[in-house]
């Protein structure tokens, strides 16, 4: 079971990043996703940036991003991903792709409730 997350780099404010999570090992169809965050010099964030809930399409997103980032699934693929608009200096860091196959997990949004994690994608945004 793995976890792998792309599409990270460098873009100034303003601008646009689509992130991609591709699991192997299994099927998301059945399972609770989460992207987390991780600023320069600071811990992973316990609240997720985003979570979804593969079973019904339910959503949680960090206030910090509503009506700016979305997340989708495709189910071909076997890849959730994270398209962050109007980024900000402040959404730079590491992004974690995490994965529980316990619903709840997509509901509460909360690292401690994921139990498989990717190795990240850095996301820096210029001012």
């Known amino acids: 079971v793995q976890l792998v997350e792309s599409g990270g780099g460098l873009v100034q404010a303003g601008g646009s990043l689509r992130l991609s999570c591709s699991a192997s090992?299994?099927?998301?169809?059945?399972?609770?996703i989460g992207w987390f965050r991780q600023a320069p010099g600071k811990g992973r964030e316990e609240k997720g940036i985003a979570c979804f809930v593969s079973s019904d399409g339910g959503t949680v997103f960090a206030d910090s991003v509503k009506d700016r980032f979305t997340i989708s699934s495709d189910k071909v693929k076997n890849t959730i991903d994270l398209q962050m608009n109007n980024l900000k200096p402040e959404d730079t860091g590491t992004y974690y792709c995490?994965?529980?196959?316990?619903?709840?997990?997509?509901?509460?949004?909360?690292?401690?409730?994921?139990?498989?994690w990717g190795q990240g994608t850095r996301v820096t945004v210029s001012s």
């Open positions: 090992g299994f099927a998301f169809d059945t399972y609770a």
């Open positions: 995490a994965a529980d196959h316990a619903i709840v997990a997509g509901r509460l949004c909360q690292a401690q409730a994921f139990d498989t």
